[in-house]
C-alpha cells in the first residue's frame, strides 16, 4: 500500500446504497438462534471481533482497532454489538445514525461480519434486525450500507434481507 502517501482511487468498487423501508419494531429482537444473544460489544470481546475483522479484509493491528472501539462505544449515536453464539463471539456490527441534506435520514452498518463457521446459521439476519431495530428507535425509516462488488454472496444475503440495491460506485480516499 505505498500509494497511502498520497491520493488514490481504492481498486475496491462498491455498492454504497443498499436502501431498505420498511417498519421496524423497536423491540427486542427475537432469534430462532439457539444459544444467540445480541449484546454491546465490550473490551472483553475484542480480540474476538478484531479476528473477524480479517474476514472482512481489514488488515489492521489490534491497538488500532482498541483504539477505534474506545472513540466509538461510548457514543449515542452508534451501536457496537456482538451477536454471542453458545458463548464466543459469532459476528458484530456497528451502525450509525446518518444525518444528510440531500437525502432522508438513515443509518448506515458501517460494519457487519459473521464469522464464517457460523454463517448460514441465522446469526447475520439476528444482527441486521437488532440494527434495524435500533434505527427504527432513533426515528430513521432508513437503513443502508455498502458491499464490495467481490463479495457476491453477501449481496445475496442482504437482497434476501429485504434491502434493495440502488447504485454502484468507485470509492475514493486520501490521507491527509
Known amino acids: 500500500m505505498a500509494s497511502l502517501r498520497t491520493t488514490y482511487v481504492s481498486l ?57 472501539f474506545e472513540l466509538i462505544r461510548r457514543r449515542e449515536d452508534h451501536l457496537l454489538c456482538i451477536g454471542l453464539l453458545s458463548g464466543e463471539v459469532g459476528g458484530w456490527m456497528h ?44 426515528g430513521h425509516a432508513e437503513v443502508f450500507l455498502s458491499s464490495n462488488l467481490t463479495r457476491a454472496e453477501s449481496h445475496k444475503f442482504y437482497e434476501r434481507a429485504g434491502y434493495l440495491s440502488t447504485k454502484q460506485s468507485k470509492i475514493y480516499f486520501k490521507k491527509i
Open 95 to 138: 451502525v450509525q445514525d446518518m444525518f444528510m441534506l440531500e437525502r432522508e435520514n438513515g443509518a448506515q452498518i458501517a460494519s457487519i461480519v459473521v464469522d464464517e463457521r457460523v454463517r448460514g446459521q441465522g446469526v447475520g439476519k439476528a444482527l441486521l434486525a437488532h440494527g434495524e431495530n435500533w434505527a427504527k428507535s432513533r
Open 12 to 68: 475496491i468498487t462498491a455498492i454504497p446504497f443498499l436502501s431498505l423501508r420498511k417498519r421496524l419494531v423497536a423491540e427486542s429482537v427475537s432469534t430462532s438462534v439457539k444459544g444467540m444473544i445480541i449484546e454491546p460489544m465490550e473490551e472483553r470481546h475484542l480480540r474476538e471481533c478484531h479476528r473477524l475483522n480479517f474476514q472482512l479484509g481489514y488488515d489492521t493491528s489490534y491497538e488500532e482497532f482498541a483504539g477505534r
